[in-house]
């Protein structure tokens, strides 16, 4: 038999095997599926928006899924029916006469060519629409909803927002997307099964190096100068009295070829600082390589700092943008920070008595869940508010509502108790709120053998144009205020 002879009696035969319900459901199956995300396409086209997370899970993954299977099905029935007939011996020697000239025989012939086609186009969309989809922040931050919904609420509340989430923890390349994809399997292996961590440890020992993230946006080396810092803080009184820190940041950079300032001294190209942690969150600092100016390795070892058990073998880290930067973006915040942030935007109103002491008082207070404290923070600022001040609370009802609400929302995008997430479980580094930060290295306790400490004094890093002033008078000279 030749060539052209053995296939077309294989295409015969293929004719006669189709003729069961595994192919006939995956003929369905695939039809049904293509036609459905067609329509969704032409949807989006008419009106875009952003689909529900849930929506989107069985659009980009299950439809394509499905149609993957019904494409599977149709060959699988043939060979299972062909099986199934030879063992049976009632496959003909020779397949039923299909004649190939026939024209009805041809249009189905084109027709399966033409569909092959319009299959292939389908996949390439879909895979397309798919990857997208899996690197949307909504993705990553809803689709599971406890692990990461706070993450994804300080995010959207942040100078990122509109950056993806993908841009920095996946960055640009086949190969990091499919690393990122494998571990998402996991990572919904372990909602499905329900033992992933809680919280959600940090820092992500995998992130990759931000040159390659957050430079691909930011070319801090060419950030020169210097930054005003106005900070406002309100006290516990019934007035929750304002009061101004401003500081002038030396931000520095690469000026010419010299490095100045808090970017230019850690991150010029001379690659100057390593360190070793002494804990596997990196909150205390072990030791620190510097290169000095003269190319000299200088090594600054704390005399306090003991290896936290387990991490005496700690390997050493260069030091990039998110040893301080560690909080770009999803950065949480302290009870007190947050509580001044509402006051500052006017979501809580000084009007209400004791507005910061008695806010603070309710963040702190323990909630059972997000949907409990969710219910609960509004009700204790009304409760507050009609027992301690029932006047205030008839004639500003609206002022109480809205700080509730408020409250409310700090809270949310702060803690989670589900995830074990709660105040101060993710310090951010990028001053010394908490003594950690910039201070695990600068704090004077890292010396070299012949004495000599990185510096520590305060204005190594900024100076202190008015600290805690009710009316800075430096921000009336520079015209601020
Ligand atoms: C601007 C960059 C950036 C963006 C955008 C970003 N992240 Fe992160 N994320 C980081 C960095 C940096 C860390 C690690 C901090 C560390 O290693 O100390 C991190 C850590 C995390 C962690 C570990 C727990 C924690 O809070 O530290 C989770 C979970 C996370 N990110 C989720 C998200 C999700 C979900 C989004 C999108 C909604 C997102 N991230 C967007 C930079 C980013
Ligand atoms: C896809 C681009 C992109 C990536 C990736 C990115 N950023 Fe940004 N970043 C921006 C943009 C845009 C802004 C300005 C936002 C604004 O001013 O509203 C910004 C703002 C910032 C700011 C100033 C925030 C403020 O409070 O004003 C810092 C700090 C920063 N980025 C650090 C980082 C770090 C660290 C990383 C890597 C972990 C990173 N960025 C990754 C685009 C990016
Ligand atoms: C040694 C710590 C440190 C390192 C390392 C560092 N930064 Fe910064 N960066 C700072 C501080 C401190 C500020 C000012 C913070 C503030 O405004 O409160 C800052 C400010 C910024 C800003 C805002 C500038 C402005 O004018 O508002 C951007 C953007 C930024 N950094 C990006 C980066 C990127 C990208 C990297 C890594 C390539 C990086 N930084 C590495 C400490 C650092
Ligand atoms: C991992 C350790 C480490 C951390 C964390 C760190 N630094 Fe540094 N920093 C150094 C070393 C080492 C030097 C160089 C030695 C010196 O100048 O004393 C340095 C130098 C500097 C200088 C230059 C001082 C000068 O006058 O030459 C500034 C400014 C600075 N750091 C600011 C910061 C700020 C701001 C932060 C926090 C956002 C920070 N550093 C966090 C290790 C660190
Ligand atoms: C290694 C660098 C460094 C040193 C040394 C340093 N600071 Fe700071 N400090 C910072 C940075 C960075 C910020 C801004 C943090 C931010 O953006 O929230 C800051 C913020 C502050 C603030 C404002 C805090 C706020 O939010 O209201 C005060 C006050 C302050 N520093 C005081 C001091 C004093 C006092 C000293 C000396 C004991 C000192 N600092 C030493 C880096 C430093």
Redesign the pocket.
């Known amino acids: 038999m030749g060539w052209s002879e053995k296939s077309r009696n294989l295409g015969r035969l293929a004719f006669f095997a189709s003729d069961n319900w595994i192919t006939i459901l995956g003929i369905i199956l695939t039809t049904g599926a293509g036609f459905t995300q067609v329509w969704s396409w032409f949807l989006e086209l008419a009106q875009p928006h952003t689909v529900h997370p849930y929506v989107g899970i069985v659009l980009f993954m299950v439809l394509p899924m499905i149609f993957i299977v019904g494409l599977l099905l149709i060959p699988a029935g043939i060979l299972l029916r062909r099986h199934k007939l030879q063992k049976e011996g009632k496959l003909p020697k020779e397949s039923p006469k299909v004649d190939l000239s026939a024209p009805h025989i041809r249009k189905v012939l084109w027709f399966v060519a033409a569909a092959t086609l319009v299959n292939i186009v389908l996949m390439g969309t879909a895979t397309v629409r798919g990857v997208g989809y899996m690197d949307s922040s909504r993705f990553c931050g809803l689709t599971c909803h406890t692990p990461m919904v706070t993450e994804y609420r300080a995010f959207t509340d942040s100078p990122h927002s509109r950056v993806g989430c993908a841009q920095c923890h996946i960055g640009p390349g086949t190969e990091s997307f499919m690393r990122a994809k494998l571990a998402g399997v996991r990572q919904v292996f372990g909602v499905v099964f329900n033992n992933y961590s809680r919280p959600i440890p940090s820092p992500v020992v995998s992130l990759r190096p ?1 040159r390659e993230t ?2 691909e946006c ?1 070319w ?1 080396q060419k ?1 020169s100068g210097d ?1 005003i ?1 106005v900070r406002t803080h309100y006290g516990e009184d019934a007035e929750s009295t304002p009061s101004t820190t401003v500081l002038m ?1 030396k ?1 520095g950079g690469m000026t010419g070829a010299a490095s100045t300032g ?2 230019g001294r ?2 010029d190209a001379k690659s100057r600082i390593t360190y070793v942690a002494g804990d596997p969150q990196r909150q205390t600092i072990r030791q620190v390589t510097y290169r000095d100016d003269k190319g000299q390795m200088v090594d600054f070892v704390s005399a306090d700092v003991k290896p936290a058990p387990g991490s005496e073998n700690m390997e050493a880290r260069q ?3 998110v ?3 560690n909080r770009p973006t999803h950065a949480f915040e302290m009870p007190d920070i947050a509580v001044d942030r509402l006051i500052n935007d006017g979501r809580y109103s000084r009007e209400l008595p004791f507005a910061k002491k008695q806010a603070v008082a309710i963040l702190k207070a323990d909630y059972p869940s997000q949907d409990a404290a969710a219910v609960q923070i509004p009700q204790a600022v009304a409760a507050y508010y009609q027992s301690a001040y029932p006047e205030v609370f008839s004639k500003k009802r609206d002022l109480v509502d809205a700080a509730g609400n408020a409250l409310k929302d700090a809270y949310l995008r702060n803690v989670s108790p589900e995830m074990k997430l709660t105040w101060g479980t993710h310090p951010n580094h ?1 001053g010394h709120q908490d003594g950690g930060g910039c201070f695990r290295c600068h704090d004077g306790s890292h010396t070299t053998k012949d004495g000599r400490s990185i510096k520590a004094d305060c204005d190594t890093c900024h100076v202190i144009l008015a600290q805690d002033e009710r009316d800075p008078k430096i921000l009336k000279d520079l015209g601020i205020k």
């Open positions: 931000a957050c430079e930011h801090p950030f930054k810092l940041l931000i808090i970017h850690h991150l030091m990039d943008c040893d301080c930067h990028i």
